[in-house]
């Protein structure tokens, strides 16, 4: 599942949910494309990748 958001808070706690109890592949973080982007892996078992856009 792919979220793309436009607010960085919003995207930082959506993540620390999905995370709980589960595990990050890749942490969230500025990308080589400028937006903020992480992946993680929820308890069961479904990845999510979620990317804030950036504010140009």
Not at 29 to 40: A, N
Not at 44 to 55: E, H, I, P, Y
Request: charged share 25%.
């Amino acid at each position: 599942m792919m979220f793309v958001l436009d607010d960085r808070r919003e995207t930082e706690h959506l993540f620390r949910c999905l995370a709980e109890g589960g595990r990050i592949t890749t942490p969230l973080g500025v990308q080589p494309w400028g937006d903020y982007y992480g992946k993680v892996t929820d308890p069961f078992g479904v990845q999510w990748m979620l990317n804030c856009r950036s504010k140009t």
